[in-house]
């Protein structure tokens, strides 16, 4: 069953903190993996992705960790900021048949305070 | 251009109504989606086009049928929808439905059913 797991659901930083979100998959014939930020009222944006023959992207202050072998992948926010308020959800890209999919995580709700 | 622009971004409609939602998109992509997304929670999958050809249809219910006229559009039809189809339907393109290319999501069209 293609599915992927996301936590937490919820997550309070510090300005100028690290928000981190944790991402795991079960289907080994995902082979793309996106981050995607949403504000309220839009459409997701793709912030960041990684494909897993890498270990590590980082793009600014957004850093994707992947670790194949567990089956697990990870966002880190550096010096977080109120303009990061969002909700994150990382997805998993597989083919199947003549086309691909897209599955999303459950999201994660970030509020970065003052 | 670098966006997928949907209209209306609003819709209210009654159950006996049809309606449609628009979707363009000048990125030359040649794939494209529909989503529909449910308040706090991620975005679901409808359906997929591939080169103007449905290539993914995920068990929905014959009142939501898609269209995609030419590569740039894709349009969703509405009929007798049920106040449970209240929903945000966001739209999706990217370069090829089978390779790893991220996803552009437009804003979405926020339909109330009433």
């Known amino acids: 069953q293609q599915q992927v797991k996301q936590s937490p659901q919820s997550l309070i930083v510090q300005k100028g903190g690290i928000s981190i979100i944790n991402c795991a998959y079960e289907?080994?014939?995902?082979?793309?993996f996106p981050w995607y930020q949403q504000f309220p009222g839009k459409g997701p944006a793709l912030l960041i992705a990684i494909r897993p023959d890498v270990s590590e992207k980082k793009e600014g202050r957004f850093t994707i960790s992947f670790n194949k072998s567990a089956k697990q992948f990870s966002l880190h926010i550096m010096d977080s900021q109120p303009g990061d308020s969002a909700t994150y959800f990382c997805?998993?890209?597989?083919?199947?048949?003549?086309?691909?999919?897209?599955?999303f995580g459950t999201g994660t709700r970030l509020q970065v305070t003052l | 251009d670098t966006e997928v622009t949907q209209t209306p971004k609003h819709l209210v409609m009654g159950m006996t109504n049809k309606k449609s939602l628009k979707c363009e998109q000048h990125?030359?992509?040649?794939?494209m989606y529909w989503y529909k997304q449910k308040a706090k929670k991620p975005p679901e999958l409808m359906f997929v086009?591939?080169?103007?050809?449905?290539?993914i249809n995920e068990s929905v219910p014959s009142r939501f049928s898609p269209e995609c006229p030419n590569s740039s559009l894709l349009n969703l039809h509405l009929h007798a929808l049920q106040p449970e189809d209240s929903a945000l339907y966001l739209c999706?393109?990217?370069?090829?439905?089978?390779?790893?290319?991220?996803?552009?999501f437009g804003s979405g069209t926020r339909l109330t059913v009433v």
């Open positions: 999706a393109s990217s370069q090829g439905s089978r390779a790893n290319y991220g996803y552009t």
């Open positions: 997805a998993a890209r597989g083919n199947t048949g003549t086309a691909s999919k897209l599955t």
């Open positions: 990125m030359g992509h040649r794939a």
């Open positions: 086009y591939s080169y103007e050809k449905l290539s």
């Open positions: 289907n080994t014939a995902f082979d793309y």
